[in-house]
């Protein structure tokens, strides 16, 4: 792969649960990202239409919102974002969308995609992203044709490159094993994703493939690097892919400013034994300077993350 994020870089990140593994070290790293927009999504028609969504700033209506018992859902969006007060489930839905649109013109930034399954629920013809725990029988379950999703997401990418020619997309398939359909559906699965991909990736030069798929089913074939469930990658897993991605996707000078601010969390995450004494004041008035420091020279001085350990660090 091409190095496509630097100390620049912003980041959207939209996909499966995988991708809030990788979207959280992409935060710590202090990376600028918005981090699914739209929470947690599996099947790339839906993720393409959001994505669509965002490119023509097209805001959730009032009138998409669905009741069901005492909750409003969105069927584009994860249920994290449902609630009870219908205004507050529109704002926070808008609010998150504002976010991420903004990021799609910056000069810098790369569209992370992480698919999750090829397997997507129909309501009334329509692919939804949650089924928000209605009666299975309003729904049908598809298998994603690997025309239609190529189709899909051609027509996605050509969007994005006209509203913004220098974008970075990097499409990845998440390693985790869908089983509830059984293995022979999973697989049929994964391999139209992976096949989906390499796809895209021919199909523009702005567009990479990141084989996390590959690396835990190839690489990790061991169950030590699983849940017990023997079928999420566990933490030890999630690292190992997470040192690769940064590897292959950050550049050097990037690369080098994580060898440093490695360091400088640890510092930042030290609990002494015996705080309020002269030697931890001291300890954390330094660290605080050391961070300050970091984050003038390398423009991050509002990084969410890095603010909350200055807090920490004043608090404590």
Not at 58 to 64: A, G, K, T, V, Y
Not at 205 to 210: A, D, E, L, P, S
Request: overall charge negative; proline content about 3%.
């Amino acid at each position: 792969m091409t190095p496509v994020i630097n100390v620049k870089s912003n980041v959207l990140l939209m996909g499966s649960c995988f991708a809030e593994h990788i979207g959280r070290r992409l935060e710590h790293a202090l990376v600028h990202l918005e981090l699914n927009p739209f929470g947690v999504l599996y099947n790339p028609i839906t993720i393409a239409e959001n994505l669509q969504r965002l490119i023509k700033n097209e805001l959730i209506r009032e009138d998409e919102l669905v009741l069901k018992g005492e909750l409003y859902h969105s069927w584009a969006h994860h249920g994290r974002f449902s609630g009870s007060d219908k205004a507050e489930v529109l704002a926070s839905m808008n609010d998150r969308f504002f976010g991420a649109n903004g990021l799609l013109t910056n000069e810098h930034v790369t569209v992370l995609v992480t698919f999750g399954s090829a397997l997507a629920f129909k309501k009334q013809g329509h692919i939804v992203a949650n089924c928000h725990k209605y009666p299975s029988t309003e729904f049908e379950q598809v298998l994603l044709p690997l025309d239609e999703m190529i189709e899909e997401w051609q027509a996605t990418l050509d969007m994005l490159l006209s509203l913004n020619e220098t974008v970075n997309v990097v499409f990845t398939v998440s390693p985790v094993r869908y089983l509830k359909d059984g293995l022979i559906q999973n697989t049929r699965s994964k391999s139209r994703l992976v096949e989906l991909c390499h796809t895209l990736a021919e199909y523009s030069k702005n567009v990479q493939y990141f084989p996390a798929y590959e690396i835990v089913t190839d690489e990790l074939r061991d169950y030590r690097f699983f849940e017990t469930d023997m079928t999420h990658p566990n933490e030890m897993a999630v690292e190992y892919v997470w040192q690769r991605f940064v590897e292959t996707s950050f550049d050097g000078d990037l690369q080098e400013m994580q060898k440093e601010w490695k360091h400088l969390e640890r510092a930042a995450l030290h609990r002494s034994f015996h705080p309020g004494t002269n030697e931890d004041l001291a300890f954390k008035e330094s660290t605080l300077q050391r961070l300050n420091a970091f984050a003038l020279a390398y423009s991050v001085e509002e990084n969410k993350y890095l603010l909350e350990l200055k807090k920490k660090l004043n608090d404590g």
